[in-house]
C-alpha cells in the first residue's frame, strides 16, 4: 500500500530534550516536506526536500531541523524543544515538479511541557 | 496579513443541503488552486485542484476560481454525513523557485447533520 508513515504519532516530552520525528514514503516521491498545524493558522511549511541532501526552508524553520539522507525517508529533528513547538506535526510527499498532490502521512501530536 | 484566508467555522448543514466553502487571498502570482479534505485524526488528502481560473466538476464537487476576484469556492452538492471534515484550501504559483511550496487557508469545519 503506498503511504507516509510518521513514528511516533503521539510524544509527549519536556522543554529541551532533543527528539526526532521520523517520516517514510514507499512510492518513491522526489519531494517531502514537513508542516505544522495549529489551530486558527493551519498548515504551515516547516522545511522540504527536493531530492537526497537538498533541503531548504519553509514559513517557519525556526527550532527545527531535517536531514535527507535517503529517497524514502525524512526525519524531522527538534534540538532543544519548547513549549511554542507543542502543535500537529504532518509529513507529507509528492511525485516530482509540477505534481502538487502531496501525500500526507497521519501527523504526530507533539506536547512539550 | 496571512496571504491565505479562509473561515474558520464550524459550518453545519443538514443533509441533503449545498456546502459552500471559500477563500481569498492577496498574491496574485498563485496559479495553481487546490482543495485538500482532512477528516479528524487523519492527514490531509488532495480532493480537487485547478489551474487558473475556471470551474472544475468531479461528482457532487465542484471547484470555482475568480482570479480577478483572488476568491475561490468549492461546493458540495447532496451533502452527506461522511462529508463531515475539514477542508482547507491551498495554492501556489506557476512552478519556478517556489515548486511544492504550497500555501494553506486555516481550514473550515463542516459538519452534515443526518
Known amino acids: 500500500e503506498a503511504q507516509v508513515t510518521q513514528n511516533p504519532r503521539y510524544l509527549i516530552t519536556v522543554t529541551g530534550k532533543k527528539l526526532t520525528v521520523t517520516c517514510s514514503q514507499n512510492m518513491n516521491h522526489e519531494y517531502m516536506s514537513w508542516y505544522r498545524q495549529d489551530p486558527g493558522l493551519g498548515l504551515r511549511q516547516i522545511y522540504y526536500?527536493?531530492?537526497?541532501?537538498?533541503?531548504d526552508k519553509g514559513d517557519v524553520p525556526e527550532g527545527y531541523k531535517v536531514s535527507r539522507k535517503e529517497k524514502r525517508n525524512f526525519p524531522l529533528i527538534l534540538e532543544s524543544p519548547s513549549p511554542n513547538q507543542t502543535s500537529l506535526y504532518f509529513c507529507?510527499?509528492?511525485?516530482?515538479?509540477?505534481?502538487?498532490?502531496?501525500?500526507f502521512g497521519p501527523g504526530t501530536r507533539l506536547t512539550v511541557t | 496579513q496571512k496571504e491565505v484566508e479562509q473561515d474558520p467555522g464550524p459550518l453545519s448543514v443538514p443533509e441533503g443541503a449545498i456546502v459552500s466553502l471559500n477563500c481569498t487571498y492577496s498574491n496574485s502570482a498563485f496559479q495553481y488552486f487546490m482543495w485538500y479534505r482532512q477528516y479528524s485524526r487523519k492527514g490531509p488528502e488532495l480532493l480537487m485542484y485547478t489551474y487558473s481560473s475556471g470551474n472544475k466538476e468531479d461528482g457532487r464537487f465542484t471547484a470555482q476560481v475568480d482570479k480577478s476576484s483572488k476568491y475561490i469556492s468549492l461546493f458540495i452538492r447532496d451533502s452527506q454525513p461522511s462529508d463531515s471534515a475539514t477542508y482547507l484550501c491551498?495554492?501556489?504559483?506557476?512552478?519556478?523557485?517556489?515548486?511544492?511550496?504550497?500555501?494553506f487557508g486555516a481550514g473550515t469545519q463542516v459538519v452534515v447533520t443526518p
Open positions: 491551498a495554492m501556489t504559483p506557476i512552478p519556478t523557485d517556489s515548486w511544492g511550496k504550497l500555501q
Open positions: 507529507a510527499s509528492s511525485l516530482g515538479p509540477r505534481d502538487y498532490e502531496q501525500y
Open positions: 526536500s527536493m531530492n537526497v541532501e537538498v533541503t
